[in-house]
């Protein structure tokens, strides 16, 4: 399968009802877009998109004066709006699309007002912190002639798009059980900003940070968990009740509906020297026929009972590690249909992050159904 048709097999071909607005974009138009949050995130998300044709930037909007005029500066060809009331924003009529980059716990509440307003969002991870504010986009998402894309972009990196399809056609036989994990050098406090360690605003590390490897496990799995239990801390500070600070690191083990055994680790204690165990972001898929050892830019293919090399599955195009997430959520809108990582996957995402939460703050198996969220 080519690069192209990999990326399309992903893509989920139903259109979205448009709009007027989102009509006058798919026709050609340059698809008007505006900014909520343009810090480190949200400036990045910003420079990505002047670098797409045939879009304009129409408002920015930040709390923090130098963030903003720092972002209209990079976007001043367009001449776009300065705002500081989010809401403000949302009630513009030259507005297509609505890219959110704010601390966590301004998500959902966002990104559900913007679908309302039958505004395309484009809303950094994770979707919410608690389970009802899921619901509330999953409620605005269904009510809206538009769409989300959430920030999950390991949904387009070529390295996953490569990889996974051949765990779906069976180089394996049956999954059975993963392990996966995302471990690093401990940094500073100074490295990130305050409010990632206010776990009321970002939602704790697993929530803020671990829902991207929880959802490249969903889409490896090709389901959802039924059941989590874990344990996490905060390890190398004075220890704190759970709930109060961002974790250092966690162990999650899950149960997908299709009986398949996930454990994860993410960790911030990884020696920059411990070679014994990779650090970084890797997954290892175990199955009927072999196993599969995912990892940035590899593919390695172990068969059960051979003793000789792996085999890579990747071609070289696939190893790249860039992604396109940007690029995919404006066409998405041009081509009348919704992304691949739609309100569905930033849902079962971070659901599945938030039952793991749970479980470590419980210290108890937690269940799918007990967050009380229909996807």
Not at 264 to 287: C, D, N
Not at 346 to 361: D, F, K, N, P, S
Request: hydrophobic share 40%.
């Amino acid at each position: 399968m080519d690069d192209t048709a990999n990326r399309r097999s992903f893509l989920i071909g139903s259109a979205a009802a448009l709009g007027a607005s989102a009509l006058k974009a798919a026709e050609g138009n340059p698809i008007r877009a505006a900014y909520i949050g343009v810090g480190n995130r949200g400036g990045a998300l910003l420079q990505q998109t002047l670098r797409q044709e045939n879009i304009s930037v129409a408002a920015i909007c930040d709390t923090n004066a130098d963030k903003r005029d720092k972002a209209m500066s990079a976007a001043a060809k367009f001449s776009p709006r300065s705002i500081t009331e989010w809401r403000k924003l949302i009630d513009l009529q030259d507005v297509d699309a609505v890219f959110i980059a704010t601390p966590c716990d301004l998500h959902a509440e966002i990104a559900a007002a913007a679908l309302l307003a039958n505004k395309y969002v484009y809303c950094e991870k994770p979707l919410g912190i608690y389970p009802q504010e899921v619901d509330k986009v999953l409620k605005a998402s269904r009510r809206s002639k538009a769409f989300l894309q959430i920030g999950q972009q390991m949904r387009y990196y070529p390295w996953l798009v490569g990889s996974i399809p051949h765990i779906h056609q069976g180089v394996i036989g049956k999954v059975l059980m993963i392990k996966a994990q995302r471990h690093s050098t401990p940094r500073g406090k100074d490295a990130l900003p305050e409010w990632y360690f206010d776990v009321k605003r970002s939602g704790d590390r697993i929530v803020e940070n671990g829902v991207h490897n929880l959802d490249v496990c969903n889409w490896i799995v090709n389901s959802r968990p039924v059941a989590a239990f874990g344990y996490g801390a905060v390890y190398l500070n004075d220890p704190k009740p759970p709930g109060t600070e961002y974790m250092d690191a966690y162990s999650v083990m899950y149960q997908y509906e299709n009986n398949v055994n996930l454990t994860h680790s993410e960790a911030q204690l990884h020696p920059r020297g411990l070679k014994e165990l990779a650090s970084g972001s890797w997954y290892v898929i175990f199955g009927e026929k072999g196993a599969v050892a995912i990892k940035p830019r590899s593919a390695l293919f172990y068969e059960m009972q051979a003793a000789g090399e792996p085999r890579e599955l990747l071609t070289v195009p696939q190893q790249d590690v860039r992604e396109n997430a940007i690029g995919e959520f404006f066409s998405a809108i041009r081509e009348k249909r919704k992304p691949f990582a739609d309100i569905t996957v930033a849902a079962t995402a971070v659901l599945t992050a938030m039952m793991g939460r749970e479980a470590i703050y419980k210290k108890k198996m937690v269940t799918w159904k007990e967050l009380g969220v229909a996807v």
